[in-house]
Protein backbone atom coordinates (compact mmCIF):
# COMPACT_ATOMS: atom_id res chain seq x y z
CA UNK A 1 0.00 0.00 0.00
CA UNK A 2 1.40 3.59 -1.18
CA UNK A 3 2.03 6.09 1.05
CA UNK A 4 2.34 9.71 0.29
CA UNK A 5 2.97 11.96 3.58
CA UNK A 6 2.03 15.50 3.77
CA UNK A 7 2.75 17.83 6.81
CA UNK A 8 -0.32 17.45 8.80
CA UNK A 9 -0.48 21.28 9.92
CA UNK A 10 1.71 24.43 9.38
CA UNK A 11 1.59 28.44 10.69
CA UNK A 12 2.72 30.87 8.35
CA UNK A 13 2.23 34.79 9.43
CA UNK A 14 1.05 36.79 6.45
CA UNK A 15 3.91 37.99 4.00
CA UNK A 16 5.71 35.47 5.18
CA UNK A 17 6.98 32.50 3.33
CA UNK A 18 6.34 28.20 4.17
CA UNK A 19 7.11 24.97 1.81
CA UNK A 20 4.74 22.25 2.29
CA UNK A 21 6.44 18.93 1.21
CA UNK A 22 4.84 15.87 -0.19
CA UNK A 23 6.84 11.90 0.26
CA UNK A 24 6.49 9.22 -1.25
CA UNK A 25 6.26 5.89 0.70
CA UNK A 26 8.23 4.08 -2.40
CA UNK A 27 11.38 6.34 -2.29
CA UNK A 28 12.47 9.79 -3.33
CA UNK A 29 9.99 12.02 -5.45
CA UNK A 30 10.85 12.99 -9.02
CA UNK A 31 9.34 13.94 -12.13
CA UNK A 32 8.33 11.13 -13.49
CA UNK A 33 5.66 11.18 -10.69
CA UNK A 34 4.04 14.51 -11.84
CA UNK A 35 3.63 16.16 -8.93
CA UNK A 36 -0.15 17.82 -8.62
CA UNK A 37 -1.24 20.27 -6.00
CA UNK A 38 -4.25 21.41 -4.88
CA UNK A 39 -5.97 23.78 -2.73
CA UNK A 40 -8.79 23.43 -0.56
CA UNK A 41 -11.18 25.21 1.48
CA UNK A 42 -13.95 24.26 3.71
CA UNK A 43 -17.00 23.68 1.99
CA UNK A 44 -15.35 23.81 -1.74
CA UNK A 45 -14.27 21.44 -4.42
CA UNK A 46 -10.42 21.46 -4.76
CA UNK A 47 -8.93 23.93 -6.92
CA UNK A 48 -5.71 23.01 -9.20
CA UNK A 49 -2.68 25.41 -7.93
CA UNK A 50 0.26 23.20 -9.76
CA UNK A 51 0.23 20.51 -12.08
CA UNK A 52 3.81 18.42 -13.41
CA UNK A 53 5.95 19.47 -10.18
CA UNK A 54 6.41 23.03 -11.37
CA UNK A 55 3.72 24.28 -14.01
CA UNK A 56 1.10 27.06 -13.04
CA UNK A 57 -2.95 26.83 -14.22
CA UNK A 58 -3.88 30.00 -15.69
CA UNK A 59 -5.30 31.16 -12.76
CA UNK A 60 -2.53 30.10 -9.79
CA UNK A 61 -1.09 33.49 -7.98
CA UNK A 62 2.55 34.09 -8.76
CA UNK A 63 3.23 33.77 -4.92
CA UNK A 64 2.55 29.67 -5.38
CA UNK A 65 5.51 27.64 -6.98
CA UNK A 66 6.19 24.06 -7.20
CA UNK A 67 9.56 21.99 -6.92
CA UNK A 68 11.36 18.79 -5.99
CA UNK A 69 13.37 19.43 -2.55
CA UNK A 70 15.31 16.93 -0.78
CA UNK A 71 13.65 13.47 -2.54
CA UNK A 72 10.32 15.02 -2.15
CA UNK A 73 7.26 17.14 -3.94
CA UNK A 74 7.26 20.75 -2.75
CA UNK A 75 4.51 23.76 -2.67
CA UNK A 76 6.35 27.15 -1.69
CA UNK A 77 4.05 29.96 -0.67
CA UNK A 78 5.83 33.43 -0.96
CA UNK A 79 4.26 36.82 0.03
CA UNK A 80 1.30 34.77 2.05
CA UNK A 81 -2.13 36.56 2.31
CA UNK A 82 -4.91 35.65 4.41
CA UNK A 83 -7.03 34.08 2.13
CA UNK A 84 -4.10 31.23 1.61
CA UNK A 85 -5.74 29.56 4.56
CA UNK A 86 -6.74 26.34 3.44
CA UNK A 87 -5.85 22.71 3.20
CA UNK A 88 -3.07 21.50 0.74
CA UNK A 89 -3.48 18.20 -1.54
CA UNK A 90 -1.03 16.79 -3.42
CA UNK A 91 -0.93 13.62 -5.97
CA UNK A 92 1.32 11.55 -6.96
CA UNK A 93 1.13 9.12 -10.44
CA UNK A 94 2.59 5.63 -10.07
CA UNK A 95 4.25 4.50 -12.98
CA UNK A 96 1.06 1.58 -12.95
CA UNK A 97 -1.65 4.19 -13.90
CA UNK A 98 -2.13 4.67 -10.08
CA UNK A 99 -2.83 8.06 -8.70
CA UNK A 100 -2.55 8.50 -4.86
CA UNK A 101 -2.90 11.73 -2.84
CA UNK A 102 -1.33 12.89 0.64
CA UNK A 103 -2.86 13.30 3.57
CA UNK A 104 -3.24 17.26 3.22
CA UNK A 105 -1.28 20.14 4.81
CA UNK A 106 -3.71 22.01 7.24
CA UNK A 107 -2.18 26.00 6.19
CA UNK A 108 -3.29 28.39 8.96
CA UNK A 109 -2.24 32.06 8.30
CA UNK A 110 -1.93 33.88 11.71
CA UNK B 1 -16.79 28.20 -19.66
CA UNK B 2 -15.70 25.22 -18.30
CA UNK B 3 -18.31 23.46 -16.33
CA UNK B 4 -18.80 19.95 -15.20
CA UNK B 5 -22.13 18.88 -13.23
CA UNK B 6 -22.36 15.88 -11.21
CA UNK B 7 -25.61 14.17 -10.85
CA UNK B 8 -27.05 10.45 -9.26
CA UNK B 9 -25.96 10.72 -5.42
CA UNK B 10 -28.02 9.51 -2.38
CA UNK B 11 -28.39 7.18 0.52
CA UNK B 12 -28.44 3.68 -0.32
CA UNK B 13 -28.40 0.40 1.45
CA UNK B 14 -25.32 -1.48 1.75
CA UNK B 15 -23.97 -3.72 -0.89
CA UNK B 16 -26.45 -1.92 -3.18
CA UNK B 17 -25.73 0.11 -6.34
CA UNK B 18 -25.84 3.71 -7.92
CA UNK B 19 -24.86 4.98 -11.22
CA UNK B 20 -23.20 8.97 -10.83
CA UNK B 21 -23.25 10.75 -14.07
CA UNK B 22 -21.14 14.00 -14.85
CA UNK B 23 -22.11 16.58 -17.22
CA UNK B 24 -19.30 18.45 -19.18
CA UNK B 25 -19.69 21.68 -20.80
CA UNK B 26 -17.35 24.12 -22.30
CA UNK B 27 -14.88 22.22 -23.89
CA UNK B 28 -13.93 19.29 -26.09
CA UNK B 29 -14.74 16.72 -23.67
CA UNK B 30 -13.44 13.65 -26.04
CA UNK B 31 -9.76 15.10 -25.62
CA UNK B 32 -9.49 15.03 -22.33
CA UNK B 33 -8.76 12.23 -19.60
CA UNK B 34 -11.35 12.34 -16.76
CA UNK B 35 -11.68 11.26 -13.84
CA UNK B 36 -13.81 10.62 -10.43
CA UNK B 37 -12.05 11.64 -6.93
CA UNK B 38 -13.94 10.85 -3.88
CA UNK B 39 -13.80 12.76 -0.29
CA UNK B 40 -15.28 11.54 3.12
CA UNK B 41 -16.36 14.02 5.55
CA UNK B 42 -13.09 15.52 7.11
CA UNK B 43 -11.07 13.35 5.21
CA UNK B 44 -8.20 13.34 2.42
CA UNK B 45 -8.66 12.83 -1.08
CA UNK B 46 -9.45 9.66 -2.99
CA UNK B 47 -8.35 8.81 -6.54
CA UNK B 48 -11.92 6.63 -7.82
CA UNK B 49 -11.05 5.92 -10.88
CA UNK B 50 -9.96 7.09 -14.39
CA UNK B 51 -10.91 6.77 -18.12
CA UNK B 52 -8.12 8.58 -21.22
CA UNK B 53 -9.30 9.52 -24.45
CA UNK B 54 -8.92 5.98 -25.71
CA UNK B 55 -11.45 4.56 -23.47
CA UNK B 56 -8.75 2.96 -21.05
CA UNK B 57 -10.00 2.48 -17.43
CA UNK B 58 -7.84 2.58 -14.64
CA UNK B 59 -9.14 1.80 -10.79
CA UNK B 60 -7.44 1.72 -7.72
CA UNK B 61 -7.55 -1.89 -5.34
CA UNK B 62 -9.97 -0.31 -3.51
CA UNK B 63 -12.80 -0.15 -6.03
CA UNK B 64 -11.45 -2.18 -8.46
CA UNK B 65 -14.17 -4.72 -9.32
CA UNK B 66 -17.48 -2.77 -7.96
CA UNK B 67 -16.64 0.58 -10.22
CA UNK B 68 -16.79 0.79 -13.65
CA UNK B 69 -16.27 4.48 -15.02
CA UNK B 70 -17.46 4.85 -18.43
CA UNK B 71 -18.10 7.64 -20.92
CA UNK B 72 -20.26 8.98 -23.87
CA UNK B 73 -18.51 11.45 -26.07
CA UNK B 74 -21.61 12.64 -28.27
CA UNK B 75 -23.42 13.26 -24.79
CA UNK B 76 -20.26 15.20 -23.41
CA UNK B 77 -20.95 12.81 -20.48
CA UNK B 78 -18.88 10.99 -17.61
CA UNK B 79 -20.31 8.08 -15.99
CA UNK B 80 -19.45 5.61 -12.58
CA UNK B 81 -21.25 2.59 -11.87
CA UNK B 82 -21.03 1.94 -7.96
CA UNK B 83 -21.37 -1.64 -7.22
CA UNK B 84 -21.71 -3.59 -3.52
CA UNK B 85 -21.58 -0.42 -1.92
CA UNK B 86 -20.28 -0.33 1.53
CA UNK B 87 -20.25 2.34 4.49
CA UNK B 88 -16.51 3.06 3.33
CA UNK B 89 -17.76 4.38 -0.42
CA UNK B 90 -19.93 7.06 1.69
CA UNK B 91 -17.97 10.23 0.63
CA UNK B 92 -18.40 13.09 -1.75
CA UNK B 93 -18.12 12.61 -5.54
CA UNK B 94 -16.40 14.78 -8.03
CA UNK B 95 -15.86 14.47 -11.66
CA UNK B 96 -12.37 16.01 -12.63
CA UNK B 97 -11.30 16.79 -15.84
CA UNK B 98 -7.88 16.22 -17.58
CA UNK B 99 -4.14 15.03 -16.84
CA UNK B 100 -3.84 18.59 -14.99
CA UNK B 101 -6.74 17.84 -13.13
CA UNK B 102 -8.10 21.69 -13.99
CA UNK B 103 -11.63 21.58 -13.42
CA UNK B 104 -13.43 20.11 -10.57
CA UNK B 105 -17.22 19.90 -10.37
CA UNK B 106 -19.16 20.93 -7.51
CA UNK B 107 -19.12 17.10 -6.01
CA UNK B 108 -22.20 14.95 -5.26
CA UNK B 109 -23.30 12.95 -2.31
CA UNK B 110 -23.11 9.31 -2.34
CA UNK B 111 -24.11 8.00 1.52
CA UNK B 112 -24.23 4.33 1.71
CA UNK B 113 -26.42 3.91 5.30
CA UNK B 114 -29.41 0.85 6.08
Known amino acids: QTVVTQEPSLTVSPGGTVTLTCASS?????????PNWFQQKPGQAPRALIY???YKHSWTPARFSGSLLGGKAALTLSGVQPEDEAEYYC??????????FGGGTKLTVL | EVQLVESGGGLVQPGGSLRLSCAAS????????MHWVRQATGKRLEWVST???????YYPGSVKGRFTISRENVKNSLYLQMNSLGAGDTAVYYC????????WGQGTLVTVSS
Open chain 1, 26 to 34: TGAVTSGYY
Open chain 2, 26 to 33: GFTFSSYD
Open chain 1, 91 to 100: LLYYGDAQRV
Open chain 1, 52 to 54: STS
Open chain 2, 51 to 57: IDTAGDT
Open chain 2, 96 to 103: VRGSAYSA
